[in-house]
């Protein structure tokens, strides 16, 4: 695999359809299409033509075709679209004849690499496009069009501006100290990072929302046997996802089913009941069950209100969680269960599970609403920026200008690293190979 080659996929979805895309792109394209297409169509416009087999002349499809001429296309290459007839048949013979006249089939996210390597977007805007591709909900999908339309990087390009302008005030003041030049550089560089480390450690104290919104919440449900959780996963769920018996222990294994709530992705986790293990497989559920509350964004007790509150699950009763009193058909709820008024709800008959689907957006909301601002969606932006406000920290307190000088080309090299700019080699791997063949 080179960057030279010339490198075609199916864009659009796999299987048969009306229509499918296939995407060209490289140095090659504008005679590989002329001779597929018996000619280039005028650039940006839709041209209907006859692909033919270049061996044969065999007619392979009536196609419509878009040529691109870089460096103004997606990849700033000389690309193509082919918008064939949606047969697995038709597009195997034009791949077959794409291969037959020199290009190769594209690797998962290499349209979208060498946009990134001709410069025709950055890397927080290849991963807001990788995530656009896998909205589910339409809160992520805000979030993921407004990063690849480029919200992070103007405001990461200009923090690393506002930097690169800092550095050169310090360096300034190290090599010019004999000329006239104001002699307060130095001041100006250390009040100047401390500022941009104030902007960076607000943009960190985000309560993790935005990496919320792109992976989901996830929402533990806990209680003891029989308190009916399974039946309350069921209802929210609108269908029978895990197994309800009057049985205890039935739950053995956390069961999981995601769903939108307020636009946001949720993943509600039906846990073994919380008591003491019967045997070895109880008990490992019950460990999981732990385990799957320990990870969740939000807890969900649900205690039986026709039986008196279990220790257990009254351990989970703290500031953030959500206490249920279901079973409220059975008994009425109590006032408080662990000093906390439960919601009442009764997953048999319906009642109150309005109110909670209401409390649960609320909390999804909360946990990881979107907002018309630029957000941190990755682990990685988070470790750059941390070390990024590290970096400026050392910076505001250097005993000598040369280790302020230091610190800070350190920090940029630590912005550089978002966007794309320097230092990404080891990085572009794990970016890309997440993306579908075609992008």
């Keep these: 695999m080179t960057a030279a080659d010339t490198i075609f996929a199916l864009a659009s979805g796999g299987g048969r359809g009306a229509i ?13 299409i002329a001779r597929l297409a018996g000619g280039l169509p005028t650039a940006r416009m839709a041209s209907l033509r006859w692909l033919r087999d270049p061996t044969t002349g065999d007619a392979l499809d009536q196609a419509l075709v878009l040529w691109f001429p870089g460096p103004k296309s997606y990849t700033g290459e000389d690309s193509a679209e082919l918008h064939l007839h949606g047969g697995p048949a038709v597009i195997a013979a034009v791949g077959g004849a794409l291969a037959a ?96 480390r104030a902007e960076i450690v607000a943009h960190l104290a985000d309560g993790g ?90 807890v969900l007790a649900v205690f039986a209100a026709d039986t008196a509150p279990d220790a257990e699950t009254l351990a989970w009763v703290t500031p953030g969680a959500v206490v249920l009193a279901n079973k409220v058909d059975l008994a009425p709820a109590p006032g408080k269960i662990g000093g906390v008024a439960p919601l009442p709800v009764s997953a048999r008959t319906g009642a109150g599970l309005e109110a909670l689907r209401t409390r ?11 907002a018309d601002a630029a957000v941190l969606t990755r682990p990685r932006h988070r ?48 970016i890309f190979r997440d993306f579908c063949i075609g992008k």
Aim: net charge negative.
């Design 20 to 32: 499918a895309v296939l995407r060209v792109s490289g140095a090659e394209s504008r005679g590989i």
């Design 101 to 196: 006249l020199g290009a190769r089939p594209a690797e998962a996210g290499e349209f979208t690499r060498r946009a990134f390597l001709n410069g025709r977007l950055d890397l927080t805007a290849a991963e807001g496009i990788a995530d656009l591709i896998a909205a589910e909900t339409e809160a992520q999908r805000r979030q993921a069009l407004r990063q690849a339309d480029g919200a992070l990087a103007k405001l990461y390009g200009a923090w690393s501006e506002r930097l690169t302008r800092l550095l050169a005030h310090q360096e300034a003041a190290i090599e010019f100290a004999e000329d006239d030049l104001p002699t307060d550089l130095g001041d100006r560089a250390r009040d100047g990072a401390a500022t941009l």
């Design 209 to 298: 929302r935005g990496e919320r919104l792109r992976e989901g919440v996830l929402v533990a449900i806990l209680g003891a046997p029989n308190a009916g959780k399974s039946s309350l996963l069921n209802a929210l769920a609108g269908r029978d996802a895990a197994i309800v018996s009057a049985r205890a222990g039935t739950t053995r294994d956390v069961v999981e089913v995601r769903l939108a709530l307020a636009g946001v992705p949720v993943t509600l986790a039906d846990t073994a009941g919380l008591r003491e293990a019967a045997d070895e497989i109880e008990q490992e559920g019950i460990r999981r069950a732990h385990r799957r509350a320990e990870e969740a964004d939000l």
């Design 360 to 370: 649960l957006e609320a909390e999804a909301r909360r946990l990881a609403g979107a």
């Design 383 to 430: 470790a750059a920026l941390t070390e990024a406000s590290a970096w400026l920290a050392e910076a505001e307190t250097a005993l000598l200008p040369e280790l302020a000088s230091e610190a800070l080309r350190a920090a940029l090299r630590a912005l550089g690293r978002l966007t794309g700019r320097v230092g990404v080699e080891d990085v572009l791997d794990v």
